[in-house]
């Protein structure tokens, strides 16, 4: 059974490279959120918490943008694993929450296979707490039934990096594709140009990538009120 099932995820994986790389599209995706419970939380060590919790609550506004079916679970959350944050309940009013009670790997969850196949979507984008057991367990079944996974390493956190690197490699050789928030998105938009694209997106950046928020707010800034100084052209000229 071990044998066979090991075959399986290897036929997947060397189909996929024959495929090609896959890319999400936004028409085939659909968004998990797993276990980014408020007691889970606390177990993350690679990513301060400030910037983590930005980006779980960035992972999950990703559904609302880009009108993704959106699936969120927990694990035991009237224990010390607690609720989902209510950022994330906020933006998912209408969304399918399925509440595990003791499933470690929420696909051994009958409610949550039915959910998640309920979609009718092939491609899956997904993030949890931790990196090495939520997210990683649930990512390789999620190939083995035969679709396309998509990690956002920047929304799953566990212990330290280390771990993490390690949980990443397992996916990544498991036939999963481990992006940064960054790549989703942009997978998701493809083109400034699209709708959502640029109206939609660029707010969206200036609330969960500041980085590239305030690179535009410089841009806008200069374009309207903007003064070139002696000496600013030389790189251009």
Not at 56 to 76: D, E, K, Q, R
Not at 95 to 124: L, P, Y
Not at 135 to 143: E, K
Not at 144 to 171: H, L, Q, Y
Request: charged letters at 15%; glycine letters at 8%; one cysteine or more.
């Amino acid at each position: 059974m071990l044998a066979s099932r090991l075959l399986s995820t290897a036929l997947l994986a060397v189909s996929a490279l024959a495929a090609g790389t896959p890319r999400i599209d936004k028409t085939k995706a659909a968004l998990l959120v797993v276990d980014h419970q408020v007691g889970l939380f606390q177990l993350v060590k690679d990513i301060t918490p400030s910037e983590y919790v930005n980006n779980i609550v960035a992972h999950a506004a990703l559904g609302p943008l880009f009108n993704l079916p959106t699936v969120l679970t927990t694990s035991a959350e009237t224990g010390p694993n607690g609720p989902l944050p209510k950022e994330i309940l906020q933006l998912h009013p209408n969304s399918t929450i399925v509440r595990r009670n003791g499933e470690v790997n929420a696909w051994h969850s009958e409610e949550f296979r039915n959910a998640v196949r309920a979609t009718g979507k092939t491609q899956i984008i997904l993030a949890g707490i931790t990196t090495d057991v939520c997210t990683t367990f649930l990512a390789l079944s999620l190939v083995e039934e035969g679709f396309e996974v998509f990690a956002n390493a920047d929304a799953s956190g566990t212990f330290n990096k280390a771990i993490a690197d390690n949980a990443n490699d397992r996916m990544q050789n498991g036939g999963v594709q481990v992006l940064s928030f960054w790549a989703v998105l942009c997978e998701l938009m493809v083109d400034w140009r699209n709708t959502p694209g640029a109206p939609e997106v660029l707010p969206f950046l200036d609330r969960f990538l500041p980085s590239y928020g305030y690179l535009a707010r410089a841009h806008a800034a200069a374009t309207i009120n903007g003064t070139i100084l002696p000496g600013e052209l030389a790189g251009l000229e």
